[in-house]
């Protein structure tokens, strides 16, 4: 099955900065990368995801890019902001079918 | 957007007694629904995928007549705890897939449940 590795588990950066999240996958067959914030005590949320077809994509301050030969993707955020504060979750799925979860990172902005 | 509506949010029920959580989905037919479980600072782990009107597919070591999955409506999935214990405390988090969008996928809240 699918392995997705994600680094690092835990990542502080001074409001302002940027921060990068890094995953790995194993399965050459996923197509689909999306990206999940979750705050505690909550569901997550989608804040973007990618498609094997693109290399990149951005929404205002959150990017992720996509590097199919070497099967890894990463979220870029800049510009944090104290509530960019979270847990993000990287993700690998076969056309929406099962996904497959990364272990998580806990991103800590410092005001 | 797309909402799932987890409920409830939080349980506490003692050792020994059954508990259901529900998963529904607002404003879309969700074909599939998937019961995740989270213990505090790690993953989400799969428990269990369900396909309307048909049984639900457990993964390996959940089991599936502790964890009692029924997905009998389009909008409506159901998981019971049952004769939960301790051990069952963790959070469950809920998501329904539209069965209009290979990749609408939305997550339900997530419910804390507590055994003591």
């Known amino acids: 099955g699918e392995n997705v590795e994600q680094h690092p588990s835990t990542l502080s950066v001074q409001e302002g900065d940027s921060a990068v999240i890094k995953c790995t996958y194993s399965d050459s067959a996923s197509n689909y990368f999306p990206w999940y914030k979750q705050e505690l005590g909550k569901g997550p949320q989608l804040i973007i995801d990618?498609?094997?077809?693109?290399g990149e994509k951005k929404d205002q301050r959150i990017a992720v890019t996509l590097n199919k030969t070497a099967k890894h993707f990463s979220l870029h955020i800049t510009e944090t902001q104290p509530e960019d504060s979270a847990v993000y979750f990287c993700a690998a799925s076969f056309t929406g079918n099962q996904f497959y979860f990364g272990t998580g990172t806990s991103l800590t902005v410092i005001p | 957007g797309a909402v799932v509506s987890q409920h409830p949010s939080w349980v506490i029920c003692k050792s020994g007694t059954s508990v259901k959580i529900e998963c529904r989905s607002l404003?879309?037919?969700?074909?599939?629904m998937f019961w995740y479980r989270q213990f505090p600072k790690q993953s989400l782990m799969l428990m269990a995928t369900?396909?309307?009107?048909?049984?639900?597919?457990?993964e390996q070591g959940v089991e599936k007549d502790k964890f009692l999955i029924n997905h009998a409506s389009l909008t409506l999935s159901t998981l019971t705890v049952t004769s939960a214990h301790p051990e069952d405390s963790s959070f469950y988090i809920c998501?329904?897939?539209?069965?209009?969008?290979?990749?609408?996928?939305?997550f339900g809240s997530g419910t804390r449940l507590t055994v003591v």
């Open positions: 998501s329904a897939r539209d069965g209009a969008d290979t990749y609408g996928y939305t």
């Open positions: 990618i498609r094997s077809n693109v």
């Open positions: 369900s396909n309307e009107g048909s049984k639900a597919t457990y």
């Open positions: 404003d879309f037919q969700a074909t599939t």
